[in-house]
């Protein structure tokens, strides 16, 4: 990480010091991590933090916007809210007549990516570094990446953008250290052992949409569970559509599978005693 902040230095120098930051920030605990991160390293350059609505983020007890603006107050930062202009999540999946997969994310380019590149466009400065809250850590296809990279899409004879992943080398642990060491919250989505009481919280690892298509069978059992809403949303789309958001399987037939999975397992670590 020494290595790719001298290389940051050394491109602002490049650029005549006109360096601005644009850290992409959920409310999640990465962001936040990446977020005291950029403040601690340059705290003089033009900062500026941006959240994309996909329209499905979490909403209670407290909703990601709000929250996120909370963070970012503490570090002294505004947060703009960015959206895609015409659809929700929801929306872009009945539109589409199907939902994203992991080969095509269009939740993330459409609805993500997309509003904040036009955010990006619209910054007055020469030199932007584009700050993401991806880990190695999280997956074998995130590990792959580069840290740092130049953005073609949104460079310009004008304007020259890097991608920035500063969280890259933070396991989960060193995250949470850092949240519980800085007295930073973390969303009370959180499951309570990411808290540093461990006895509050709530029943999520990631902070994503409220049903994600990364959400594990034990997270959509739990989002079953707490946010009935979100998860009947999701199962009332799939009957609509007669497209399911896994290839094959229903929410409901993967939820009854996992509670019945759960109670079989239950069943036999009694016999144990």
């Given at each position: 990480m020494t290595q790719v902040l001298e290389q940051i230095?050394?491109?602002?120098?490049?650029?005549?010091g006109d360096l601005a930051f644009v850290v992409n920030h959920s409310g999640g605990k990465d962001s936040a991590r990446m977020l005291g991160f950029i403040r601690a390293k340059?705290?003089?350059?033009?900062?500026?933090?941006?959240?994309?609505?996909?329209?499905?983020?979490?909403?209670?007890?407290?909703?990601?916007?709000?929250?996120?603006?909370?963070?970012?107050?503490?570090?002294?930062?505004?947060?703009?809210?960015?959206?895609?202009?015409?659809?929700?999540?929801l929306e872009m999946v009945e539109q589409r007549g199907m939902f994203p997969s992991p080969q095509f994310r269009q939740c993330t380019s459409d609805l993500k990516r997309g509003p904040i590149d036009k955010?990006?466009?619209?910054?007055?400065?020469?030199?932007?570094?584009?700050?993401?809250?991806?880990?190695?850590?999280?997956?074998?296809?995130?590990?792959?990446?580069?840290?740092?990279?130049?953005?073609?899409?949104?460079?310009?004879?004008c304007r020259t953008v890097y991608n920035w992943l500063p969280v890259f080398d933070q396991t989960l642990s060193d995250v949470l250290a850092w949240h519980w060491r800085n007295a930073i919250r973390l969303h009370p989505v959180y499951v309570p052992e990411y808290h540093k009481d461990g006895s509050t919280g709530g029943y999520l690892r990631r902070f994503s949409c409220r049903v994600c298509i990364f959400s594990t069978d034990a997270d959509l059992a739990a989002i079953h569970l707490h946010d009935r809403a979100a998860f009947d949303a999701v199962a009332d789309l799939e009957r609509k559509?007669?497209?399911?958001?896994?290839?094959g399987v229903s929410l409901v037939q993967i939820v009854e599978a996992h509670s019945s999975a759960s109670i079989e397992e239950a069943r036999q670590q009694s016999f144990c005693f």
């Open positions: 230095r050394r491109l602002a120098r490049d650029h005549g340059f705290p003089d350059a033009p900062t500026y933090a941006v959240m994309a609505d996909t329209g499905f983020e979490h909403v209670s007890p407290i909703s990601a916007a709000d929250f996120a603006h909370a963070r970012c107050a503490e570090f002294g930062l505004n947060l703009t809210v960015v959206r895609h202009p015409r659809r929700t999540y955010f990006i466009r619209s910054l007055p400065h020469n030199l932007i570094v584009n700050c993401l809250g991806i880990r190695s850590e999280e997956s074998n296809p995130r590990s792959r990446l580069s840290p740092l990279t130049r953005n073609q899409n949104l460079s310009t004879r559509l007669k497209f399911t958001m896994r290839p």
